[in-house]
């Protein structure tokens, strides 16, 4: 089945950094871009980076301007998988971080929206 599995959340200190994984599995992962959202207790859920597939030219990003310059988004095809590296990181980015895939293609006539159970980043001292 298609799915989504997220990992590297935990606690870490202002200034710190984590780098977050998204292994895919049960479609095309090379033919889709893949986001990052997170979500903070009583605030709505949030793009934080985009990476397109890539599939000839390379793959291009795109970041939240919260995040932008602090954290990185690459994907490794033949992996199937989507990392976030995040650094220099803030109480603020606390969050839960989840990964997905628009509309991914299964079957004949369906399109899925596909989402990880999501990983908890918590920045505290």
């Known amino acids: 089945q298609v799915q989504l599995v997220e990992s590297g959340g935990g606690l870490v200190q202002p200034g710190g950094s984590l780098r977050l994984s998204c292994a895919a599995s049960?479609?095309?992962?090379?033919?889709?871009?893949m986001n990052w959202y997170r979500q903070a207790p009583g605030k709505e859920r949030e793009l934080v980076a985009r990476?397109?597939?890539?599939?000839?030219?390379?793959?291009?990003?795109n970041y939240a301007d919260s995040v932008k310059g602090r954290f990185t988004i690459s994907r490794d095809n033949a992996e199937k998988t989507v990392y976030l590296q995040m650094t220099a990181l803030k109480p603020e980015d606390t969050a839960v971080y989840y990964c997905?895939?628009?509309?991914?293609?299964?079957?004949?006539?369906?399109?899925?929206?596909?989402w990880g159970r999501g990983t908890l980043v918590t920045v505290s001292s």
């Open positions: 990476i397109t597939s890539g599939a000839s030219a390379g793959s291009s990003t």
């Open positions: 049960g479609f095309t992962f090379s033919s889709y871009a």
């Open positions: 997905n895939a628009h509309n991914v293609v299964v079957g004949n006539n369906r399109y899925l929206e596909v």
